[in-house]
């Protein structure tokens, strides 16, 4: 059996959509989370309903939207809502078991920057913002974070808290506290990367590494030297890789015109 | 976009503008000079690049030369708040934003002219224990209350009530919450024409003061059913933008230099836009090329 031929944005997808169970409500924005969520139902999770914040409920796109509010994404859903539902109702009730992330920044407590690097008032780089990324760290029943791995990309703090993780502000005193202490839901269980997948310990809350992409070549080496903090590698076991029928199909079906899968 | 294009036409300043999220419309206008101040919870153009204006505006000491006034927030909230407006009550309540930055009063960027300026917020959000029945603390998100709102739809009737294929968006509820509306549509059509199916309509004629008919208004972004994105148009426009001189040169060449919406379609000429035309059973266009250059 010849050796599979995958990018580690590939395996990226591929691992992030095995985290979707069928039949879960899985709210997502456009990029990376919309390809592992697309994925997802085209593999194991036929059933799972894929929400998008700006109105498609339950969609199943025949091709891959390239932002929230494309037409594709509305293709023959059976509910078409508006985000004082979606995000108003659906997430803030508790009806969102999964929400996929992305952004610039992701800190060891699993806080999401995408809103700037540097300072605010005067950064090197403003970023888009939050869009809905902020409402679904807070309010899914769990999240899911897709980034690549990259020193500058995984932060000891993020610049600025766009999206809560784990450990966040108090708005009174701005005292680093934890998550359930500010009555939030959910929070990030995994990390995925470019180079394995992330989570979180159970009492420190800080990111450690679970699994990593041994097929690929990645090494437990190569992760430390890409994180921008010490990150614990003692508990990491060796990822399961895409099979081929994950590959094809996202190669074929999900992403044929490389718009994220580039 | 064609009304976006006409303001700048007009030499509109000093603009407040509330978007949720904002796309190409913010970033023009942004880079035009004619934002004063935008509350929104995104600006950019998703797959297809970043919104080089907007960070020429605020990055890299942009917000202390340009004057530009920056004012975060996410869907759920920007949402919330202008079903405030729509409902006429002062603010919302929300389980979002507690333990970010977007509610670090260090960072309240519109902080120096809250009070002076009454088209906003004393304050940016309050915190609130709910007193009913136990849930705990809440954020308080104000209303948004906009002077204008500009929406753009495929169908319209001629005394103003709405329809809307696809996703509605927030358009219902940023005409009600606005003192003024102004709806463009591709297609103006008689009133009884859409009492066929009124659970399509979706803008009630009486919120509606202005009633404009512009095909191929929202190009290059896309109408549900009728046509899609103009990725080519993105491509070009945002390697323009990612240089103020090179932006100041096309917004001279598709923008300034046009006398109106006509002129932009026929510099695009017939084929450009036929080609975007969508399928109408799919409601795009399956052939057109999306990937960023």
Same mark, same amino acid.
């Given at each position: ?65 390239? =932002?929230?509010?494309? #037409? ?5 859903? #059976? ?5 004082? !539902? ?18 610039? !920044?992701?800190?060891? +407590? ?5 809103? =700037? ?6 950064? !090197? ?18 999240? +899911? ?26 708005? !009174? ?39 990593? +992409? ?49 | ?32 000079? =004619?934002?004063?101040? =935008? ?28 004057? +530009? ?98 996703? #509605?968006?927030?358009? @219902? ?63 070009? @426009? ?25 002129? @932009? ?29």
């Amino acid at each position: 059996m010849p050796k599979l031929h995958y990018t580690p944005r590939e395996a990226m997808a591929v691992a992030a959509s095995r985290l979707i169970k069928n039949g879960e409500t899985v709210i997502v924005g456009t990029g990376l989370p919309l390809v592992a969520a697309i994925l997802a139902k085209h593999t194991h999770a036929s059933d799972a309903i894929l929400i998008m914040e700006a109105g498609p409920y339950d969609g199943y796109p025949l091709a891959l939207p390239s =932002c929230v509010a494309d #037409p594709r994404g509305f293709w023959r859903v #059976p509910l078409i809502c508006d985000p004082v !539902q979606l995000m108003g109702q659906f997430l803030q009730k508790g009806r969102i078991n999964v929400g996929l992330l992305g952004g610039a !920044q992701v800190d060891k +407590y699993g806080n999401i920057n995408s809103t =700037c690097i540097g300072d605010y008032r005067n950064p !090197q780089v403003r970023l888009e913002g939050s869009g809905g990324a902020s409402d679904i760290a807070a309010l899914a029943q769990r999240t +899911y974070i897709i980034i690549a791995h990259e020193k500058r990309r995984l932060v000891e703090r993020v610049d600025y808290l766009t999206s809560p993780g784990w450990r966040c502000y108090r708005y !009174q005193d701005r005292e680093f506290i934890k998550r359930e202490e500010l009555g939030l839901r959910g929070g990030p269980e995994a990390v995925i990367t470019t180079m394995g997948i992330m989570k979180f310990h159970e009492e420190t809350k800080e990111m450690y590494v679970a699994e990593y +992409y041994a097929d690929l070549g990645i090494t437990l080496e190569m992760i430390k030297e890409n994180t921008g903090f010490a990150i614990d590698v003692s508990q990491a076991i060796p990822s399961a890789p895409p099979t081929e029928e994950e590959l094809q199909v996202l190669r074929t079906i999900v992403d044929p015109e490389k718009i994220y899968m580039n | 976009m064609a009304i976006v294009y006409e303001l700048i036409r007009q030499g509109k300043k000093d603009l407040h503008l509330v978007t949720n999220p904002g796309g190409p419309e913010n970033d023009i206008l942004i880079g035009a000079g =004619c934002v004063k101040i =935008c509350e929104t919870n995104y600006i950019g153009h998703e797959v297809l690049g970043h919104p080089y204006c907007f960070r020429r505006f605020y990055e890299k000491g942009g917000l202390a030369k340009t004057g +530009y006034l920056h004012d975060d927030w996410t869907v759920q909230t920007g949402a919330l708040r202008v079903l405030a407006g729509a409902m006429g009550i002062p603010f919302m309540p929300t389980k979002s934003l507690r333990g970010t930055d977007i509610i670090n009063l260090e960072y309240d960027l519109l902080a120096s002219i809250r009070g002076e300026n009454k088209k906003l917020p004393r304050k940016k959000v309050e915190l609130y224990t709910d007193p009913f029945w136990e849930e705990g603390e809440v954020v308080l998100v104000p209303a948004i209350k906009p002077d204008v709102a500009i929406l753009h739809v495929q169908v319209a009737g001629e005394g103003g009530t709405g329809r809307i294929y696809g996703g #509605p968006f927030l358009d @219902y509820y940023a005409a009600m919450a606005a003192k003024m509306t102004i709806l463009s549509a591709e297609y103006v059509t008689a009133e009884e024409h859409l009492r066929g199916q009124p659970e399509l309509n979706t803008i009630p004629a009486e919120i509606v003061d202005v009633v404009v008919e512009i095909p191929y208004g929202a190009h290059p972004t896309p109408v549900a059913g009728l046509y899609d994105v103009d990725a080519e148009f993105f491509n070009e @426009y945002i390697a323009a933008s990612k240089d103020e001189t090179t932006f100041q040169k096309w917004l001279q060449e598709w923008v300034l230099d046009l006398p109106d919406h006509f002129a @932009y379609l026929e510099k695009l000429g017939i084929r450009r836009l036929l080609s975007l035309r969508a399928d109408p059973f799919l409601g795009y266009n399956p052939g057109v090329k999306r990937r960023r250059s």
